[in-house]
């Protein structure tokens, strides 16, 4: 089987309103869910693999529809949709199915042979940086992790320019995009609210087409460009929890987030447990618990991992 190599990025937002006879939106959330959404009237070729040539849709028996992608190892088979209409198929996907990368590639496969093609009427396409011998240009979907919410956990606001015309948020968090994260005018400036996972971002706005560093934020990074990228380093309020122990005099958190100190992080005890609250970046974190001294894993947590040293510590994962 031929196999083309495609560029797609996914954006976790709502319906995507563009003007036709069909919805064009190949996904939406809902809840914890990813609804992939084909429509085949929205399509105006059809590739067959290893073929130079393209089929209309009433060339094919549409029998099968499946999702496939860098999330599935490019699988024609594994993640098939339900039809829900002629034209029309769905699948319902997990966000945990999906991994911390803010971007994927997938193309809708239809009886494991036809690829569906975008075009330029879609709103929110890329085109492939690879070219494949039968083809000159591949168009592709694009989504990203991050996602505008007003109840989000990471708050951009840019003071003044009122004048402006639009302003745009574009960071690591959606691959530097420089159209999607259009930002509100309100009195005093601008205003976006995004849904973001505990990590370090680089971000930038874009006035009016002009891109500048957040003048408020002292915190920034040089770029190739020979200017600099603001940071943001998103944390997330983190408890640690040891039951037991009531005749303890003092137990010390310790872990990878503060050095192994032996002194500062004195939890906090309250009926049966011991407690320590903190902010801690996201990804995989060691520690463990000194009781009067002595240095013990968390009894409740089965993750454990070894370190460089060949010690054995307990494993806290922020996400």
């Known amino acids: 089987m031929f196999k083309i190599k495609i560029y797609i990025l996914l954006i976790f937002s709502a319906f995507i309103t ?16 990813v609804v992939f959404n ?21 060339e094919i028996d549409i029998k099968e529809v499946t999702v496939a992608g860098s999330f599935n190892n490019w699988s024609t088979n594994q993640w098939r949709m339900k039809r829900t209409g002629e034209f029309t198929f769905e699948l319902h996907k997990k966000l945990k199915d999906f991994d911390d990368e803010f971007s994927w590639e997938f193309k809708f496969v239809i009886n494991n042979q036809y690829w569906a093609e975008p075009d330029k009427e879609f709103n929110n396409i890329s085109e492939s940086s690879q070219r494949s011998f039968w083809f000159s240009k591949i168009y592709n979907h694009k989504m990203y992790t991050a996602k505008p919410d007003t109840n989000g956990n990471a708050h951009f606001y840019l003071k003044g320019y009122e004048n402006a015309n639009r302003v745009i948020l574009s960071g690591t968090f959606n691959r530097w ?15 976006i609210s995004l849904k973001l996972k505990p990590d370090t971002y680089e971000y930038k ?18 770029n190739e460009h020979l200017t600099f990228n603001s940071i943001l380093n998103l944390k997330k309020q983190t408890t640690f929890e040891l039951k037991g122990y009531q005749n303890a005099r003092k137990i010390i958190l310790a872990g990878s987030f503060n050095s192994w100190n032996k002194k500062d992080f004195v939890m906090k005890k309250s009926n049966n447990t011991w407690y320590y609250s903190l902010k801690l970046d996201g990804g995989k ?6 009781v009067d001294g002595e240095w013990i894993i968390d009894p409740s947590n089965p993750v454990k991992e070894y370190d460089e040293y060949g010690n054995i510590n307990s494993v806290k994962m922020v996400d």
Request: proline share 3%.
């Open 18 to 33: 563009i003007s036709s006879a069909q919805n064009k939106s190949q996904y939406i959330i809902e809840g914890d869910e």
């Open 38 to 58: 084909f429509d085949a009237r929205n399509y105006k070729r059809f590739n067959k693999n290893g073929s130079i040539f393209s089929s209309k849709l009433n």
């Open 177 to 191: 995009n420089e159209e999607d994260f259009k930002m509100k005018k309100i009195k005093g400036g601008w205003k």
């Open 205 to 222: 706005f874009i006035v009016d087409g002009n891109w500048m560093e957040d003048p408020d934020n002292p915190n920034k990074v040089y």
């Open 285 to 290: 974190h060691h520690y463990k618990f000194i």
